[in-house]
């Protein structure tokens, strides 16, 4: 059976500095809850606690205890102890979980099947395409999509899930949740907050810091059966959290793309370590085995409705890749004048077909 840990009481814990879960059991192992917080010093250095340890469990920060309690007054707003039954059990088993989760939105979902999807800030067209396409049908076969909120890919993800179900979608950050980082992720953090969730280990009012980032990537994959990394250079976060998911024992999936793209070079890196290829979700659904009752021939339906023998301009349209292809190559491919390759490319972009990026134009895929 677990401890039972009032609110206040988890909030003076977590104020213990190099205070685990695991120094929290074996504590436990040798008193009860209420004599742990009623021992004095001697009785706290006995039970093997450090002076800055018994520092501050005797003299808890106050103030920052009432914030976080005016904090937890809001709708949906909660907080979920280690010992919680509503802690979630994948992120329960890995080495050092956090002490307490702060959590917006719906708590229930952080047992739902997760999958981690993260990448570059800085990704091309493509990239954010496959994220937000990967996200919404992963979560149509109900699988929640877990990341980190960040420009980029991230945000793609978030937004794949949600064209999906309202509720299909996790943000794990590195603030207190009375913050949004980054700002432009306002309506992002709303929208997901309201039937999905938010969640942090940091308390209320902690700005963003760099350290905060690979705390907030060891539970994005944490709470995650396996992780995704669409694209990302070296070294990037993204490998960091794909690191953290090999050491959790979780599976590691990854996109490959060009050989000559930075952006790609972290993918190639962990499919040489042995992460797994993808190059659709269903190998990601057929890998994790995870089902909502439902068959996996939609995934396949869409795959196949991917096919480009309805669309028009097949001759220009064959000489647009999926990287940047310029202007001046698919003039020379096609043998088309220069304004009629412009016109065409024009209205295969009204289509959704292609996109504009720097330099050129990149194939898209069709959902």
Same mark, same amino acid.
């Given at each position: 059976?677990?401890? =039972?840990?009032?609110?206040?009481?988890?909030?003076?814990?977590?104020?213990?500095?190099?205070?685990?879960?695991?120094?929290?059991?074996?504590?436990?192992?040798? *008193?009860?809850?209420?004599?742990?917080?009623?021992?004095?010093?001697?009785?706290?250095?006995?039970?093997?606690?450090?002076?800055?340890?018994?520092?501050?469990?005797?003299?808890?920060?106050?103030?920052?205890?009432?914030?976080?309690?005016?904090?937890?007054? !809001?709708?949906?707003? $909660?907080?979920?102890? *280690?010992?919680?039954?509503? +802690?979630?059990? *994948?992120?329960?088993?890995? !080495?050092?979980?956090?002490?307490?989760?702060?959590?917006?939105?719906?708590?229930?979902?952080?047992?739902?099947?997760?999958?981690?999807?993260?990448?570059?800030?800085?990704?091309?067209?493509?990239?954010?395409?496959?994220?937000?396409?990967?996200?919404?049908?992963?979560?149509?076969?109900?699988?929640?999509?877990?990341?980190?909120?960040?420009?980029?890919?991230?945000?793609?993800?978030? @937004?794949?899930?949600?064209?999906? @179900?309202?509720?299909?979608?996790?943000?794990?950050?590195?603030?207190?949740?009375?913050?949004? +980082?980054?700002?432009?992720?306002?309506?992002?953090? $709303?929208?997901?907050?309201?039937?999905?969730?938010?969640?942090?280990?940091?308390?209320?009012?902690?700005?963003?810091? %760099?350290?905060?980032?690979?705390?907030? =990537?060891?539970?994005?994959?944490?709470?995650?059966?396996?992780?995704?990394?669409?694209?990302?250079?070296?070294?990037?976060?993204?490998?960091?959290?794909? =690191?953290?998911?090999?050491?959790?024992?979780?599976?590691?999936?990854?996109?490959?793309?060009?050989?000559?793209?930075?952006? $790609?070079?972290? *993918?190639?890196?962990?499919?040489?370590?042995?992460?797994?290829?993808?190059?659709?979700?269903?190998?990601?659904?057929?890998?994790?085995?995870?089902?909502?009752?439902?068959?996996?021939?939609?995934? $396949?339906?869409?795959?196949?409705?991917?096919?480009?023998?309805?669309?028009? +301009?097949?001759?220009?349209?064959? =000489?647009? %890749?999926?990287?940047?292809?310029?202007?001046?190559?698919?003039?020379?491919?096609?043998?088309?004048?220069?304004?009629?390759?412009?016109?065409?490319?024009?209205?295969?972009?009204?289509?959704?077909?292609?996109?504009?990026?720097?330099?050129?134009?990149?194939?898209?895929?069709?959902?």
């Amino acid at each position: 059976m677990l401890p =039972n840990l009032s609110v206040v009481q988890y909030l003076k814990l977590a104020g213990v500095p190099r205070f685990s879960m695991a120094r929290l059991q074996a504590a436990l192992s040798q *008193c009860s809850v209420e004599q742990l917080f009623a021992a004095d010093a001697n009785q706290l250095a006995a039970w093997q606690f450090s002076p800055p340890q018994i520092s501050a469990l005797l003299q808890p920060k106050q103030a920052r205890i009432e914030q976080a309690l005016t904090w937890l007054e !809001q709708n949906d707003c $909660h907080l979920l102890g *280690c010992f919680d039954p509503r +802690y979630p059990e *994948c992120l329960r088993n890995i !080495q050092r979980p956090p002490l307490l989760l702060f959590v917006r939105g719906n708590p229930a979902l952080l047992d739902k099947p997760q999958l981690a999807i993260v990448g570059s800030r800085h990704a091309s067209v493509s990239g954010l395409n496959h994220a937000k396409r990967f996200a919404q049908q992963l979560a149509e076969q109900g699988i929640t999509i877990t990341s980190g909120m960040a420009l980029g890919i991230d945000a793609a993800a978030h @937004k794949g899930a949600l064209l999906a @179900k309202p509720d299909a979608t996790i943000a794990v950050v590195a603030t207190g949740l009375d913050r949004v +980082y980054p700002k432009r992720h306002q309506a992002l953090a $709303h929208k997901i907050s309201e039937q999905g969730a938010i969640v942090s280990e940091f308390w209320p009012g902690t700005a963003a810091k %760099a350290n905060h980032f690979p705390r907030r =990537n060891r539970i994005i994959s944490g709470l995650s059966l396996a992780t995704l990394v669409v694209q990302a250079g070296l070294p990037s976060g993204s490998l960091l959290t794909a =690191n953290y998911a090999a050491e959790q024992g979780r599976d590691v999936f990854a996109m490959p793309g060009s050989i000559d793209d930075p952006l $790609h070079a972290g *993918c190639h890196h962990l499919i040489q370590q042995g992460a797994k290829l993808v190059t659709c979700p269903v190998d990601i659904i057929e890998e994790l085995g995870v089902f909502s009752g439902q068959s996996a021939l939609p995934l $396949h339906a869409v795959e196949q409705n991917m096919q480009e023998q309805d669309l028009p +301009y097949r001759q220009l349209l064959d =000489n647009v %890749a999926y990287e940047t292809t310029t202007i001046d190559d698919l003039v020379l491919s096609t043998q088309l004048p220069v304004d009629a390759v412009l016109a065409q490319l024009t209205e295969l972009e009204i289509l959704g077909v292609v996109a504009v990026v720097p330099g050129g134009y990149v194939k898209l895929r069709r959902n």
